[in-house]
Structures are given as structure tokens and as C-alpha cells.
């Protein structure tokens, strides 16, 4: 049987986990500061499930679908924000890349097709923030699972902000 949960190699870089029988939690990632919120209520609900973490790259529509995979500089830089907040808890991660229909499309499209990569990864759980882009906030994402049933949305509230410390002099 393969370790699901992925360690700090020798060099402190973590290793994707390897998909097995278990079904990985998906944060839907949007390069936003809502980011490592999301990823964090994943990695606390991934640990107590001793499941791997299916980190969804959101990329807009403008930027080239071909050659744009889970080790492109785009999607990297999206999970460089993100992967030292799940490192300490030794939780595994499948990164996966999702693009943004473009044009204009029907309110729930985006919802959908995000809902359908992660039910490909046996996914059962989704964890979005209350804000994102068009079709992929978390209500978006809750109404387009009750239509389709089958996956459990988590709603994440933003951020809070905090006035950055001074150095007292």
C-alpha cells in the first residue's frame, strides 16, 4: 500500500501525494488572499480524515490553456502562497489546474465544471471562500452541488485583515 500523506523530503520540498482509495479534500485556489484561509479549513479537514488535499489552481480564461499544467510558473506561483501554511500538519497534495470559461456562459457553468474535476478525484469535499471569481464563490459552488448532488461545499469566510506592525522605536 502507498503512504498517502506526503513528508518533507531531505531538501524540505513536500512531494505530491499519490490517489488511492481515500478521497482527497479540494481548496479551490484563486489567487487571492482568501487562499491560505481555504487551504488551511482543507488541511484541518483533511488531517482528521488522514486524506490527501487536491489543490485547485483557478486560472483566468485569458491566459493559454495549452502547456499550462500543475508545474507552470502561473499555477507554482498560486501554490508557492499556500503550500508552507499545509507543510507543518504532513498532509499530501494533488495539484490540479482549472480554467475559467470564457466568454459569457450560464451562471452555474463554472460551478459545475469545477464540481466535475473534482468528483474525477473522487473528491467529497470542496472547500471555497464566500468570495471569488464569477460562478466560483462558495454559494455558487453550494447551489451548483445541490443541482448536482453528491459533493459537500465548505463555506470559508475572508480573511480578516490586520494592521501591519510597526517596529517600536
Given amino acids: 500500500m502507498t503512504r498517502l500523506l506526503s513528508h518533507p523530503a531531505h531538501s524540505g520540498i513536500h512531494r505530491p501525494a499519490r490517489a488511492g482509495l481515500v478521497q482527497p479534500v479540494a481548496a479551490v485556489l484563486t489567487d487571492r488572499l482568501d487562499d491560505v484561509v481555504v487551504t488551511e479549513a482543507a488541511a484541518r479537514i483533511a488531517v482528521a480524515r488522514r486524506a490527501p488535499l487536491l489543490l485547485v489552481a483557478v486560472m483566468p480564461p485569458h491566459i493559454a490553456r495549452c502547456g499550462l499544467g ?14 508552507p501554511r499545509i507543510g507543518p500538519r504532513h498532509v499530501g497534495y494533488i495539484p490540479q489546474v482549472f480554467h475559467l470559461p470564457a466568454g459569457k456562459s450560464p451562471r452555474l457553468a463554472a460551478a459545475r465544471e469545477l464540481l466535475a474535476l473534482a468528483a474525477r478525484h473522487q473528491a467529497g469535499d470542496v472547500v471555497a471562500a464566500r468570495s471569488g471569481p464569477s460562478g466560483l464563490d462558495a454559494f455558487a459552488l453550494v447551489e451548483a452541488a445541490a443541482l448536482r448532488g453528491g ?6 469566510a475572508p480573511a480578516a485583515w490586520a ?6 522605536s
Fill in 70 to 83: 500543475p508545474a507552470s510558473a502561473p499555477v507554482r506561483a498560486v501554490l508557492a502562497r499556500v503550500l
Fill in 151 to 156: 459533493l459537500h461545499v465548505h463555506t470559508v
Fill in 163 to 168: 494592521p501591519p506592525l510597526l517596529p517600536s
